[in-house]
């Protein structure tokens, strides 16, 4: 596994809008904020110009978005590249990269989730470069940056420690609902009110799991599959002898739409040499059938006799726990907490 180089202060951050760009001007106070917050962090900031601008879900063109996300990674003084925010077309844009050209360019960090997946989990299974899935640069430019926002420029400077579970976190009430709509105030931080619980999937007492890790949005995932860019087969041969995590969270599914997903990843062979998955909190489940998103995990995976862990600290209902996709991942759960470790190597 190839690890980019530590960043350090004084280094350069890329940000770029390879999916979605800002819509209006309290994103634009947002980002200034987040730029702001780096800059004390002691970091200079390379912006692209797709920041500012959206148009039918896109920053831009993929062509172009294509072109301003390798001004950054083929720019030297750059050291690792936080993506603005998620959405729908990111996918598109990978058309237009050269995955030979690419591997030729000193790696940096990329750093992104939700639609980002598409860019992290390719680039790991593609080039076996580690990437980090955590925060978006919209986060950054809360008021005062969450615990997980350091971590994660943290494992950017190749720092090893234990992320231990949060205690609580958001509930999604809606995208037009004032206690989680970022869009009424630029500078919002996390509202956190329920009470965070990691759940062992058979009841487990305690269940310990590591491997080497892959992973990220369950609803990119699933789209990627039978692409030229799904290279899990490859991945899962080489790193046989670490055997794999996965880490996976949902956007929005409903639990038939989970259970053909898993069901789906099951038979293409994805869980081979699988020692472990952990499931993020989903944002959005449609519950049919009268079955829980828990039923329709154990109804397409409990054959597979490998541990499963749910709900735990990793996705759209932050806090979030950064994840560095290709590196070692030791995960623990007991008593409905749990704590993971990114180890380099």
Not at 77 to 103: R, T
Request: hydrophobic share 35%; glycine share 8%.
């Amino acid at each position: 596994m190839i690890y980019p180089e530590k960043i350090k202060k004084g280094d350069f951050i890329g940000v770029t809008a390879p999916s979605m760009g800002l819509e209006n001007e309290i994103g634009n106070l947002r980002v200034d904020n987040a730029i702001k917050n780096l800059t004390k962090k002691g970091f200079n900031i390379k912006e692209t110009p797709n920041v500012r601008t959206c148009s039918f879900g896109r920053s831009s063109s993929a062509k172009k978005r294509a072109e301003e996300f390798l001004s950054l990674w083929e720019n030297k003084e750059v050291k690792a590249i936080i993506a603005l925010e998620g959405g729908d077309f990111l996918c598109e844009m990978l058309d237009e990269l050269d995955f030979n050209m690419l591997s030729k360019v000193a790696p940096k960090w990329i750093q992104g989730y939700s639609d980002i997946t598409n860019l992290g989990y390719v680039f790991t299974l593609n080039l076996d470069i580690a990437t980090i899935y955590g925060p978006n640069l919209k986060s950054f430019g809360m008021r005062n940056l969450h615990v997980s926002h350091e971590n994660s420029l943290k494992l950017m400077a190749h720092e090893q420690f234990i992320q231990n579970s949060y205690e609580k976190h958001e509930e999604f009430k809606g995208f037009d609902n004032d206690d989680i709509n970022e869009e009424k105030d630029p500078y919002e931080e996390y509202k956190l009110t329920k009470e965070v619980n990691w759940i062992n999937l058979k009841n487990e007492e305690e269940i310990k799991f590591s491997g080497r890790c892959i992973g990220g949005c369950l609803d990119v995932v699933k789209d990627l599959m039978g692409t030229k860019y799904d290279k899990v087969k490859e991945y899962i041969k080489k790193y046989k002898e670490d055997g794999i995590v996965w880490f996976l969270e949902a956007f929005e599914t409903s639990t038939p739409g989970l259970f053909r997903s898993l069901w789906q990843m099951k038979n293409a062979g994805y869980f081979e040499n699988c020692k472990g998955i952990i499931f993020g909190r989903p944002l959005m489940v449609r519950q049919e059938y009268e079955i829980t998103y828990i039923d329709s995990i154990k109804d397409a995976i409990s054959d597979l006799n490998i541990p499963v862990i749910c709900d735990a600290d990793i996705g759209h209902l932050a806090p979030q726990l950064p994840i560095v996709n290709g590196a070692i991942l030791e995960v623990k759960s007991k008593n409905g907490k749990g704590s993971i470790i990114n180890i380099f190597k």
